[in-house]
């Protein structure tokens, strides 16, 4: 069964406490593990930091929360981005979009990944069903020619171990994105709790190896303009705003 987004009407939570993917109960997490560069072959140390922001912003009328991704390759920053996430009232957790900066040599090169709910013909994905089972298919993004990403349900009773710890009742997801040629496919395993904890593709993996927990209500909640009229006239993400 493929699960359609329903209308944003209802979806206005950033009180994100979906148990597979509870982002206002945790604080930074951190995951390390190895990549491999496609031009060399060279195989690098990969580390992802995320942080959900004390901020909340509006997309395509949408109150939504920013969490901050930082991705290093060897210790060196190659990519930062803001995903933009929202509730509906029946626990399905949605994405709005991504503001991405890429990096090369510490300068930013390009904003390739960017796209937003509400602008040049996208639609807000599915990042997390409210009920998943195995066999349930989504889109976790909907900007056409940009982000297409595809989620399929794989199992929901995997126990994982990584760094961070030992975590049981995990679904696993396979995700495609049908833009590369040929189409690439990615493993990513979500806990209860906690999320995500690992990610594996045919290039490397990352793991879950620290993370904290806390209270929505501790989060300052300062929310600031629509961001499709407060970004950067260049797309650059701006971390103040």
């Known amino acids: 069964m493929h699960l359609r987004p329903t209308s944003t009407r209802g979806t206005s939570q950033t009180n994100i406490d979906n148990p597979l993917f509870p982002l206002s109960s945790l604080g930074p997490k951190t995951f390390e ?13 990969a580390r992802l930091e995320s942080a959900v922001l004390g901020k909340t912003r ?3 009328g949408v109150e939504v929360l920013v969490l901050e991704e930082k991705v290093f390759a060897n210790d060196e920053l190659i990519e930062r981005a803001l995903d933009f996430f929202a509730q509906h009232d029946d626990g399905t957790v949605y994405y709005f979009g991504e503001l991405v900066d890429n990096y090369e040599n510490g300068k930013i090169v390009d904003h390739d990944g960017s796209w937003l709910a509400g602008k040049n013909g996208a639609e807000p994905g599915i990042v997390m069903p409210a009920d998943p089972f195995v066999g349930q298919t989504f889109n976790q993004e909907n900007a056409p020619g ?6 399929r349900v794989l199992a929901l009773d995997e126990n994982v171990k990584t ?3 030992k975590f049981k009742g995990c679904a696993k997801f396979e995700d ?7 189409p690439t496919t990615e493993f990513k395993w ?5 999320g995500l904890v690992r990610d594996v593709d045919a290039e490397g993996f990352v793991e879950l190896v620290s993370y904290t927990t806390t209270s929505a209500g501790a989060r300052a909640a300062e929310q600031i303009s629509d961001v499709g009229t ?5 797309g650059t993400v701006d971390a103040d705003e």
């Open 146 to 151: 940009v982000a297409e990403d595809q989620s």
């Open 33 to 45: 593990g190895r990549d491999t560069d496609p031009d060399t072959g060279a195989v690098l140390a």
């Open 190 to 194: 979500f806990c209860p709790g906690v």
């Open 58 to 60: 509006k997309v395509a």
């Open 230 to 234: 407060s970004e950067g006239d260049d």
């Open 163 to 165: 760094p961070a710890g």
């Open 176 to 182: 495609t994105n049908p833009l590369d040629s040929p």
